[in-house]
């Protein structure tokens, strides 16, 4: 029953309006549609997302939700560089009050709020996390870790994890190179290896 409960959403096309689009820093954009009545997912799932104002060849890309159910939109970013994909350029298109299509949310990736979790996060990574550590804080679940690794350490969100991160035991840790992810995760081991 719980496999059919998780793909039945990917068999269900939503219509979804954008509201507004920004860039978050360079070549990262973020796209906000209003959240259609009736929609549910789980934090850290993904959407599969169509170009309808258009004629393109792959118009059809996953996309990590980055809001949370509670904040009643549907949060997408993405790196887009100088020389983007057909999808890409049309996603830079869209204006506030055009359309696109959303299956799902579906996917595995959401946490069990029993246990403490570390969630580890690169780049653009981060978009699925955002999701969980807004639902977790709204929740007021606080045994999270993030160890979040980028190398050009321009932490999408940042000021969003640090607001988290300020009013909760939830705690983020912003690295940049593989030798501090690995002691960050041997630290998070030892200290949980009992629960």
């Known amino acids: 029953m719980g496999v059919i409960q998780d793909i039945a959403p990917i068999l269900k096309k939503k219509e979804l309006t954008l509201v507004e689009s920004y860039?978050?820093?360079?070549?990262?954009?973020?796209?906000i549609f209003k959240k259609e009545e009736g929609l549910t997912w789980k934090a850290g799932q993904h959407g599969i997302f169509s170009i309808t104002h258009k004629k393109i060849k792959k118009?059809?890309?996953?996309?990590?939700?980055?809001?949370?159910?509670f904040e009643n939109?549907?949060?997408?970013s993405t790196r887009i560089s100088e020389a983007p994909s057909e999808f890409?350029?049309?996603?830079?298109?869209?204006?506030?009050?055009m359309?696109?299509?959303?299956r799902g949310p579906v996917g595995p990736l959401y946490i069990d709020h029993e246990t403490p979790a570390l969630l580890i996060a690169g780049?653009?990574?981060?978009?699925?996390f955002r999701a969980i550590l807004k639902e977790a804080e709204q929740q007021g679940r606080h045994q999270l870790q993030l160890l979040y690794i980028d190398s050009k350490e321009s932490f999408l969100y940042k000021n969003e994890l640090d607001e988290i991160a300020k009013d909760t035991s939830i705690t983020v840790n912003y690295l940049n190179s593989r030798e501090e992810l690995y002691a960050g995760m041997d630290i998070f081991i030892k200290e949980h290896n009992d629960a």
């Open 23 to 31: 860039e978050e820093r360079d070549e990262v954009y973020t796209f």
């Open 59 to 69: 118009s059809t890309r996953p996309f990590s939700v980055a809001s949370a159910p």
């Open 73 to 76: 939109t549907i949060k997408v």
């Open 88 to 97: 890409k350029k049309a996603l830079l298109e869209l204006e506030p009050g």
């Open 99 to 102: 359309k696109l299509n959303m």
């Open 123 to 128: 780049g653009i990574g981060i978009t699925p």
